[in-house]
Every structure is written in C-alpha cells, then in structure tokens.
C-alpha cells in the first residue's frame, strides 16, 4: 500500500513540487528527498512501506548511502507516487515488467536460473537458425511504444539509427551507462517503428542490422545500471534481428556481450556455453577479429574455472587470430578490440586464477593490466576503473602493498566520476585484498575507503 499522501499522512502530492525537493528529485539524490520526507513528518516505517525497503535500508540512506540501480531508483518513484519524469526515469516495457514484480511481494518471482536457461535456449535456436523472429514474445522481450514513423524509409533514415547508436556508445564506453542508458531506450521506441515502414530490401536488412546494434547497447547499458532482466530482454530482440540480417559477427557479438553478463554475475558455466555458441556464428563471419574476442573471454571463464591450461590454449588462440585480423575491415561493434583490450582480457583471465593460485598468475595479470591501462587515454573512465582495480588487486596478491595502494587510489578516484553500478561490485576484490592487510594503516584506510564506496 502507498503509504506516502493517503490515511491522513502529513505529505500531499503537490510536494514533490517543492523546489528543494524538485531539485533533489532531478540529481536523484534519494537521500535528500528521503531527509525532505522525514522534514515533512514521514517516518522511516512509512517510507519503508512505500518503497519496499527495510528500514535498515532506509537509515543507510538518510545517512549518505547513494541509490545507483535504475530499477531500485523506479521502484522508489511509483512506490512515493513521485512522477517518473522528475528523476529522468524512462517507462520502457521491460523496466515496467520489472516494477510491476517488485511491488506485489507475493508474486513469486521466476528463478534466476531459468531465465539462464530459457535465454540459452533462445540463443542456441535464434544462432542454429530456427525462424524465432516475429513469433509470440519472449519473457525477455520489451514491449513496443507506439510512435509515429516515415511510411516509407530510405538509407538515409537506417544511418541516423546508426549514428545515434554509435554518439550513445561513445558515452557509455566513457562514463558509462548511466549517463545514456535512458537515452538509447527512448530512441530505440522509435527507430523500431520504422519496421512498419515500407522500404528496398537492401534498407530492410540494414534496418535489422541497426536495430540489433541498438537494442545490444540497450542490453548493455542496461546490464551497467544493475538492470538484469531488462539486459537479457534486449540482448534477446538482437539477437533475432542479427539473425534476420544474416549478420553472423554481430550474431557472435550479442552473444559475447550476454556472456559477459553472466561472468559479471560470477557464473563462468554460463557464460562459457554463450562464449562457444557465439563462436560459433564468428566463425560462419569470416571475421578473425570477432573469433578472437569470442576466444579471449573463453580464456576468462576458463580462468574463473581453474583450468589453467585451458585458458592457455585460448589466450593462444586468441593473440593468432589477433595478428590475422584486419581492424580495418572488421565490423564496427568489434573494432574496440585493440591490443590494449588483448592485454587486459589476458590480465583478466590471470586475475581469475590469481583467486586460485596468487603466486603464479598475479604477476602476470599486474604485467598485462599494465601494459592496458598505460595506453587508454584518462577520459575512458570506466576502463580506467576496472583495469587500474584489477592491477591494484594483483600487486597486493603479488605482495607489493605499496604500489597495490597507489594504484587502488588512483582507482577509486575515477570510481567516483562513473555513473556504472558495475563499479562497486568490480571493486570488491581490492576490497578483500586490501582488507588482508589491515595490520598497515594505510591498507586498512583503503580498505574503509572502498567499503564506503562499495556501501553507497
């Protein structure tokens, strides 16, 4: 029940239209709106009741802790009857979907592993070649906003989709999702629209060749704000769309990015099935930069298996199909994958079984997160944040505090220029490690230092 405005509660909706409050309301500083609430005589009982929340959670809050997670921040806004459009909060269909199950708390929600399953099915059917697209929707799939659209399209039109794809990719890749995630699911209500238009067949496929681009950007600056099943549900319309453009390279791309969902989530089996599946359709494409991105997070997952060997062979591989690669033909959404990124998966993969075996790998994931994180430029932020983390969690594996400290500062510090809930979690192992070493003070102020960070 809505607590907040109703059975004789001090607070009416007209004041969400209080300046301080609209202010607050607009940076999304949950706390502040929450210390505005209690100012007007709300307690924190109610609004726990109203978001959701416990009240432990709610303290937290009034205390500084940041809300980051769009769909923690959307279930906040419809549970205090706050307008969405005062926080900037988009309404698509799956972030609706997603609401709509955080507020009745006796719906059951369906297990996170069967939706692994389901969407691994629908991967392995959509890339084997059953004819999915325009069937019945999916549990995964976002409904469309109806918008007005051209009756008839030309190229023109598929490369403002695509213009549009690549200026909001830019600023994920930068600063992450946070800041264009919004963004791409309002234009990507429109560009769908163009699907009713009529059109050459040559415009047709690339229209499904920019609308599997875009909803992969949706799915992955979705994953970047914690919103998990709103990812899968974008990852699975590219999915059917590549398909449908017989775009075998971005087919293997979508495919790479839900796999590196699922690492994320800490669940290697799963990600390995999509990394081979999509290996799959990389080498249908011909593209040998795309085969090696496929191989290099293979290597990851192996890593996070413990199966040294494995991840040997495809590190392997994927420096032969690097040097055969030509950048300059690759597909764009592959184009990322430089030598900077060919050291950092190799780090990656030696930080994995770092977890495993410190004295063996940790050197060597320092030597090659090194080599990465000396050639991005300071504006790639987010990068900066998970590769100088990932370094400064090795050099305290590898026994060296001093520079595990330095690096793990300089860390933190592009942390907090970052709107990407991924931040906090990839942080969590400088945490651990720096936590090992609290006899040192100044390890133990790095320690407190990223738990308030991770806490906020």
Known sequence: MNIIGSGGSPVTPDVWNEREMRDALARRDVSEVYRQ????????????????????????????????A???????????????????????????????????????????????????????????????FGTEDSAWAPANAQTPAPTRI?????????????????????????????????????????LDSTSSDPVRKQLFVALADMHSLAGWTSFDVGLLDPARSHF??????????????????????????????????????LFQLG??????????????????????????????????????????????????????????????????????????????????????AVAETIKCNEAYGADMQRTHVFGLSLQATNHFRAGDVQEGLKVGRRALQFGERVKSARVADRLKPLELEAGKNRANS?????????RRFRQA
């Open 279 to 364: 290996q799959i359709a990389a080498q249908e494409s011909g593209s040998s930069l795309t085969v090696a991105v496929l191989c290099a997070n293979e290597a990851w997952a192996y890593g996070m298996l413990n199966k040294p060997d494995q991840v040997q062979k495809m590190v392997g591989r994927t420096k032969d199909e690097f040097a055969r690669a030509n950048v300059d033909d690759a597909p764009d959404w592959v184009r990322f994958f430089t030598e900077n990124d060919l050291h950092g998966m190799i780090g990656s993969a030696h930080d994995a079984l770092a977890v495993f075996d410190p004295k063996k790998h940790a050197s060597i």
């Open 154 to 194: 030309g190229m023109t039109d598929v490369q403002q989709i695509q213009a549009a794809t690549k200026a909001l990719r830019d600023l994920d890749y930068r600063y992450g999702g946070g800041t264009c995630r919004d963004a791409v699911v309002a234009q990507l209500s429109w560009a769908q629209q163009l």
């Open 37 to 68: 609430l209690r100012r007007h005589g709300v307690s924190q009982r109610q609004i726990a009741a109203s978001t959701g929340q416990s009240q432990s959670e709610v303290s937290e809050i009034l205390k500084g802790r940041q809300v980051m």
């Open 70 to 132: 769009y769909d923690v921040l959307a279930r906040i806004a419809d549970g205090l009857g706050i307008p969405r459009g005062y926080m900037g909060l988009a309404y698509d269909g799956a972030t609706a979907m997603r609401v709509a199950k955080a507020t009745n708390a006796l719906e059951a929600e369906e297990d996170e592993s069967v939706k692994r399953r389901k969407f691994l099915s629908h991967a392995a059917a959509v890339t084997m070649g059953a004819a999915v």
């Open 442 to 450: 100044d390890s133990r102020d790095l320690f407190e230092e990223v």
């Open 236 to 273: 699975g319309r590219a999915l059917e769309f590549a398909k449908r453009a017989d775009d075998d390279s971005l087919v293997a791309s979508v495919l790479y990015r839900m796999g590196r969902v699922y690492l994320h989530y800490q669940e290697p089996n799963e990600a390995l099935k």
